[in-house]
């Protein structure tokens, strides 16, 4: 057995994968989308001990929340006594496809909403109970289980009139350059997926496995607490989680992800 | 939130080898951590997981902090008699789940 | 600091320049206490004075974990797993992980085959061993490295 290669046997390795993207990214003054052609999930990009973890539902610790949620989904709440499956019936069949569409445009706010958000609401107004939290553990089971019967089917947002002012503001957003690093999304989601990021590859960043076990995080978590790291990441204040923002963002990256297949609820690294 | 999943073959000829696939929701705290304010989050794990058969345990597993967060465990065991497998996992807190599940074996 | 140094270590040598970025994140455990000899020792607790013989155990790690805090692992011992003639527990350990011990499984001859997969916790790049523990009071091992990298876009800056 030989010597371990260690990660530390290179520190500049690290520390010149960043000052070049850094350098490449000032150079380029607009970044291009990725050909559709040319689109691929996490997945893809993942080793095969993590493909793995995901491929196997008695093995993917995602799915722990799964049945969790199947449990909240059936559970009798709220002065009514009534459960999401009263109304919601079998949700193997009535949620078919829902998670593909999602953010949709809520009427009574004039704008779209998350996934999340529209649990919350029927919580809040159909079932008479609080909101649960974002990134609550009830919540990410409910919506990992909602999300998983939409597993297989292409996303499909339907975007008309009433949603393209948020869409355009979310895609403003992803070419935007913000904080400390003044980086954009795309400059490092268009421009440089496939390449090294401080050990990891970075991903095309399409949104078809939420909400997905994070092997960071050790533990199921939203599209929007993902988005709020790489905000970290580079420096800038996260937004809160249900801001607008990143809403409209989730809004973009799901349209830029039009026709992919979601594989919620996936591993990612 | 608690959540276990098992998976084991519902039946079995007697003799085979059955693989066993257990999954269950835990934090796994190491014990090493320090939190927001500098202070040691304190050890919270599994330590012990024991699966017996018809009340024979066939497969025990010690752990310790370096076992991941949702603790993954497959093992073997020889399908003997139809009965059933049962599964416990106790740890620090008093922490104790135990499931279990059917096997026919021909 | 020898030849592994811990994460925090990694992190220093590879200059502000990398940690004013915010791409990497100081990890909030330190290894401490945890080396090549207080694994020896903690192996030492298993098999006493008894010879460790390389062979008939098989551990199955990935080279390069994609995040330390999960890495998938199988180990494996040749063994007829009869009666007179099997595997009675395997025992795995890290080198330099804050505690040397990882875990312990018992099997017997009602296992059918001493195979056992989990996911286990690396602190750093790191040798993980395994030992096997026979019904004939030998003892055999198999140890794989493992590179561990730190994950970009964390949760705290």
New interface residues.
């Given amino acids: 057995m030989g010597a371990p290669a260690s990660a530390a046997a290179s520190p500049w390795r690290v520390v010149r994968a960043a000052v070049g993207v850094i350098i490449v990214m000032t150079a380029s003054a607009f970044a291009g989308e990725i050909p559709r052609a040319e689109r691929r999930s996490g997945y893809d990009l993942m080793g095969p001990q993590t493909r793995a973890m995901q491929d196997d539902d008695t093995a993917n610790p995602a799915m722990l929340w799964v049945l969790e949620g199947e449990g909240l989904w059936n559970r009798k709440i709220g002065a009514a006594g009534s459960a999401c499956a009263d109304c919601h019936r079998d949700a193997g069949t009535t949620m078919k496809g829902v998670a593909a569409r999602y953010p949709a445009f809520d009427t009574a706010r004039g704008r779209p909403i998350t996934l999340e958000q529209r649990i919350n609401t029927c919580r809040v107004e159909r079932q008479q109970v609080p909101a649960l939290a974002y990134e609550s553990p009830q919540l990410l089971s409910l919506t990992a289980f909602v999300a998983r019967q939409s597993r297989g089917l292409p996303i499909d947002l339907p975007v008309d009139a009433r949603t393209q002012p948020f869409l355009d503001a979310g895609r403003a957003t992803f070419f935007r350059r913000q904080g400390q690093l003044d980086l954009s999304c795309s400059q490092c989601h268009d421009d440089h997926w496939g390449k090294e990021l401080a050990g990891n590859v970075i991903p095309q960043a399409h949104p078809t496995g939420y909400p997905l076990y994070r092997l960071e995080w050790q533990s199921v978590g939203s599209l929007e607490r993902r988005l709020r790291n790489c905000l970290v990441g580079i420096r800038a204040e996260p937004y809160e989680f249900g801001a607008p923002e990143l809403v409209d963002l989730e809004l973009y990256l799901m349209s830029r992800a039009a026709g992919m297949k979601m594989d919620a609820p996936a591993v990612r690294p | 939130m608690a959540g276990v999943l098992i998976n084991v073959p519902e039946r079995a000829k007697r003799g085979e080898i059955v693989e066993i696939k257990t999954l269950i929701s835990h934090p796994m705290e190491t014990g090493y951590r320090r939190d927001q304010s500098g202070a040691r989050v304190e050890r919270d794990i599994i330590r012990l997981f024991v699966c017996t058969y018809n009340g024979t345990e066939v497969f025990r597993a010690e752990l310790h902090p370096a076992i991941a967060a949702n603790p993954f465990i497959v093992f073997t065991t020889v399908a003997t008699e139809s009965g059933t497998l049962s599964f416990q996992w106790t740890g620090d807190n008093g922490f104790s789940v135990t499931e279990s599940a059917p096997i026919a074996v021909d | 600091m020898g030849?592994?140094?811990s994460r925090r270590?990694?992190l220093r040598?590879?200059?502000g320049?990398?940690a004013g970025?915010?791409?990497?994140s100081i990890a909030?455990?330190r290894p401490a206490g945890a080396t090549p000899e207080s694994m020896k020792d903690a192996i030492r607790r298993v098999v006493g004075d008894a010879p460790v013989t390389p062979g008939r155990v098989k551990l199955e790690l990935?080279p390069?974990?994609?995040?330390g805090?999960?890495?998938?692992l199988t180990v494996s011992v040749e063994s007829p797993m009869t009666a007179t003639d099997h595997v009675k527990a395997i025992h795995?350990f890290?080198e330099l992980?804050?505690?040397s011990?990882?875990?312990?499984?018992?099997?017997?001859?009602?296992?059918?085959?001493a195979?056992?997969?989990?996911?286990?916790?690396?602190a750093?790049?790191?040798?993980v061993v395994a030992i096997g523990e026979l019904s004939d009071g030998s003892f055999w091992t198999d140890?794989a490295?493992?590179?561990?990298?730190?994950?970009?876009?964390?949760?705290?800056?």
């Fill in positions: 030849a592994h140094p270590e990694f040598t590879a200059g320049i990398a970025l915010g791409l990497l909030a455990v990935p390069l974990s994609e995040n805090n999960v890495v998938p795995l890290t992980n804050p505690q011990d990882v875990a312990t499984f018992r099997l017997g001859p009602r296992a059918g085959r195979r056992v997969m989990t996911r286990i916790r690396l750093t790049t790191q040798t140890s490295a493992v590179v561990v990298t730190l994950a970009a876009c964390l949760e705290d800056p």
